[in-house]
């Protein structure tokens, strides 16, 4: 049990609000955009990752086994080999598995979207505490704070370069031609 109650969606801040309004209506828009193909292998896709399809499954090919194993009378054997239920679940399978493709790759594109927001608000915001840092300092010696002696203070001054922190981090040289090898390339 938590301590402190979870705040009521009503006293959730005007801005948080509104961002789950603007991020609900992005992901309406974008799925009234999608090509008719997409949203027709994401009902497939939907369809077939639940339940029912498994009931339905169950049903069908028991039937199906039940009929050819010749238990039920009156009812010819259609199939006493299995090869066209064989052959049926092999063309179900491939088509299925490439409508999951399908819906995949929209949902990694979704999430690409996603990663490239995150990275330019994390930018964004280690610009603005940069900027931060430096005027804290600058009040701090106003107020006759020696901050500066911190070295850390001023490695955290210094803004950040992502294509640099990338760079390092895939181990590709930058134009510069120096590499960082603290870390291992590759692993980026």
Known sequence: MPTIPPPRPDSLSSALRRNIEVLEERRRQEAAAAPMEARVAEVITRF???MRFVYLHLALY??????????VPGVPKFDPSFVILAMVASVEAIFLSTF??????????AADKRADLDLHVS???EHELTKLVELVTAVAERAGVRANADPEIEEIKKD????????????????????NDTVRPGLW
Do not use: K
């Not at 028991?62 to 238990?71: D, F, M, R």
């Not at 370069?161 to 590499?179: K, M, N, Q, T, Y």
């Open 160 to 179: 950040v370069a992502p294509e640099a922190v990338l760079e390092g981090v895939s181990g590709i040289p930058c134009a510069s031609g120096r590499l």
């Open 100 to 109: 999951v493709l399908i819906s995949q790759n929209r949902m990694a594109a």
């Open 48 to 50: 077939t990752g639940s």
């Open 62 to 71: 028991g039937a199906w086994i039940v009929v050819n194993l010749g238990i």
């Open 123 to 125: 930018l964004l915001t």
